[in-house]
């Protein structure tokens, strides 16, 4: 049976997750009324470290825009240039960047619904980060809705929030043992594989999370001798040992005899 332990002061001994948002402001428009809601959506997800909108004040809407997005902290980055996609270029430049700095995030948000970053995306992921689009309807390529690890259409943003921003009174500490662990990994790749999606470290995770509520995370996995994981790897890299599963660089794959149950 799974522990369940209540943690003194509200306080967690997890690490929280860093979070950076960045927003293609020439495909999405974002009202502050939308930035205030991505915002909650954000910081519901972990520590925001990076928010930007990358924007062109040569145009009127935008200009009047990037002031008011400034006023609730967001960093715009005003892209003056005639040339296309110049702003588009600025993102996907910034994104890569992002990755190697102190303050890279784990989750990426990124706002927009243009066919170019699904590379940018693919490059993000093999860096092990998680990245979450947001689009307007009728204004999205395909290939980034499957591309993505988590999609959304900006006007679900105010279900989003509802159900992140429920009042808690005490802060849970969940504890999963660690064949219970690898029964939701196992299930978490057939999942995956059903869906037609890689199987990629943060895609995994997150499935794992939301099939199992006692799991948040490799740290709330024990060991039979009480020990923790330092992370996510070391957790699979345990499981690959025990030949449960297969593992090319952060893609996970179903032994022959779990392929065949799924």
Do not use: H, M, W
């Given at each position: 049976m799974t522990d369940i332990h209540i943690a003194s002061k509200g306080q967690t001994s997890q690490p929280q997750l860093k979070v950076?948002?960045?927003?293609?402001?020439?495909?999405?428009?974002?009202s502050q009324e939308l930035a205030n809601l991505l915002l909650a959506f954000a910081n519901a997800r972990g520590r925001l470290v990076s928010k930007k909108v990358y924007c062109n004040s040569l145009f009127e809407?935008?200009?009047?825009?990037?002031?008011?997005?400034?006023?609730?902290?967001?960093?715009?980055?005003?892209?003056?240039?005639?040339?296309?996609?110049?702003?588009?270029?600025?993102?996907?430049?910034?994104?890569?960047?992002?990755?190697?700095?102190?303050?890279?995030?784990?989750?990426?948000?990124?706002?927009?619904?243009?066919?170019?970053?699904?590379?940018?995306?693919?490059?993000?992921?093999?860096?092990?980060?998680?990245?979450?689009?947001?689009?307007?309807?009728?204004?999205?390529?395909?290939?980034?809705?499957?591309?993505?690890?988590e999609f959304y259409f900006m006007d679900e943003l105010p279900q989003l929030i509802g159900k992140k921003t429920q009042p808690q009174t005490a802060y849970i500490e969940?504890?999963?043992?660690?064949?219970e662990a690898i029964k939701y990994l196992i299930k978490a790749i057939n999942t995956a594989l059903s869906q037609g999606k890689r199987t990629r470290f943060n895609y995994i995770d997150n499935l794992m999370r939301q099939h199992c509520a006692s799991y948040q995370g490799f740290s709330s996995i024990h060991t039979p001798d009480g020990k923790k994981f330092k992370s996510f790897s070391q957790f699979v890299d345990a499981v690959v040992r025990d030949g449960k599963i297969q593992r090319q660089n952060q893609d996970l794959f179903l032994m022959k005899l779990d392929r065949l149950a799924a």
């Open positions: 950076g948002i960045y927003c293609d402001f020439q495909n999405v428009y974002l809407n935008q200009a009047s825009a990037k002031e008011n997005l400034q006023r609730i902290g967001f960093k715009c980055e005003d892209v003056t240039c005639s040339l296309k996609n110049s702003a588009d270029n600025q993102l996907k430049s910034d994104l890569i960047d992002d990755v190697y700095n102190n303050q890279s995030p784990d989750t990426v948000i990124l706002v927009s619904g243009d066919g170019d970053f699904a590379n940018p995306i693919q490059f993000l992921q093999d860096k092990g980060k998680n990245v979450i689009i947001f689009a307007q309807r009728g204004n999205v390529k395909q290939k980034l809705k499957e591309r993505a690890d969940f504890q999963i043992n660690y064949n």
